[in-house]
């Protein structure tokens, strides 16, 4: 079984060495922190925080090739929904959460009445954390095939829905990126939407975010494979892009467990040899330690909670719900969620 994770920065963006220097991230938002800390200057990078009862939305607009250069991310806009109790399973705050998405998909893409929607669930279904992309899939209501062989089956506040999950090329053998193009060339989509699982490098967000970009995605590279790119420019269409957070990569976690032995020795052991060594680095150069000392060994994983299972089918519910929204705005909270069963 083969496990794809997606980023959206393009190969080589920035000239202090990203991937090299900070923790692995698909998330703009935590690349904005991971370069503030690092005292990089945010010219170029406009961003506004908003919170939302227990929401904090962050909107994050790349404006410029300096600021692309600066977080590794490609020039667009990114909006992520951070909610630390999405954890909790709690019915209200779900549906509270996929309202917020429906509408940051509504204010990024601003889709026309009558347009068409391809919906590309990316991922491996056969594995837990990857599998977001194939789920969300499974909870959408298409109409494609409704329009076509029975006209007149729905009325009104209805688009034109398709939705399909090809599979990684560990499966297939196939590029999804390949696989997409030829769908996208006979559909003939007005706007593509892609639906996969990310790297972030904070437990916190695992599995409690959600980012919305207008960017496209990169199938592989989040975990080093350098794939072709599913955007405007392959496919001839709008491309926007929803992922949810679902591992951490192993030196991430080392390296924040060093971070809490250390502090804990400043306050217990002032003076401490080892505290003084460790202050010499800043909080990139720490992470890049571990992990060259991790992976020779093979021991950089991607770690996912235990309890993966239950988080990735009620995040797709969550987003499935949200796109329903969208996609169909003669939906209801209700219909929107009875269509997700």
């Not at 090299?20 to 991971?34: G, I, K, N, Y």
């Not at 429906?102 to 590309?120: F, H, K, Q, T």
């Not at 329009?147 to 999950?165: H, K, M, Q």
Request: proline share 5%; net charge negative; hydrophobic share 40%.
């Amino acid at each position: 079984m083969q496990m794809d994770h997606h980023r959206t920065e393009p190969d080589s963006l920035s000239p202090w060495s990203w991937e090299r220097a900070s923790p692995r991230t698909d998330m703009a938002v935590e690349a904005r922190e991971l370069a503030e800390a690092a005292r990089q200057s945010l010219r170029g990078v406009r961003e506004e925080v908003e919170d939302v009862g227990d929401v904090r939305v962050s909107r994050i607009h790349v404006q410029t090739r300096a600021g692309e250069r600066l977080l590794g991310k490609r020039m667009g806009r990114y909006v992520t929904l951070d909610v630390p109790k999405l954890r909790r399973r709690d019915p209200a705050l779900q549906a509270e959460v996929s309202r917020l998405l429906a509408a940051e998909i509504r204010a990024l893409a601003d889709l026309p009445e009558g347009a068409s929607v391809l919906v590309v669930g990316l991922g491996n279904e056969h594995v837990t954390p990857d599998a977001l992309g194939p789920k969300v899939v499974e909870r959408l209501f298409v109409t494609r095939h409704l329009f076509r062989y029975v006209p007149g089956a729905l009325g009104d506040g209805y688009r034109t829905v398709a939705a399909v999950s090809p599979g990684v090329l560990g499966v297939t053998g196939i590029e999804t990126s390949e696989i997409v193009q030829g769908i996208v060339e006979h559909v003939e989509p007005d706007v593509v939407i892609v639906v996969d699982a990310l790297a972030s490098r904070s437990l916190d967000r695992v599995n409690a975010s959600i980012q919305i970009s207008d960017t496209g995605i990169q199938p592989g590279s989040g975990v080093g494979n350098k794939r072709k790119a599913i955007d405007a420019k392959t496919l001839g269409c709008k491309v926007y892009a929803i992922g949810v957070p679902t591992v951490v990569d192993a030196a991430t976690i080392a390296n924040d467990a060093m971070d809490l032995v250390l502090s804990q020795l400043r306050q217990n052991a002032p003076g401490n040899a080892a505290t003084e060594l460790f202050d010499r680095f800043s909080s990139q150069e720490k992470w890049q330690l571990i992990r060259e000392l991790l992976e020779p060994l093979g021991h950089n994983l991607m770690v996912t909670p235990k309890e993966v299972d239950e988080f990735i089918d009620d995040t797709a519910e969550v987003v499935a719900k949200g796109l329903n929204l969208v996609l169909h705005p003669v939906m209801n909270e209700d219909t929107a969620a009875q269509a997700t069963h």
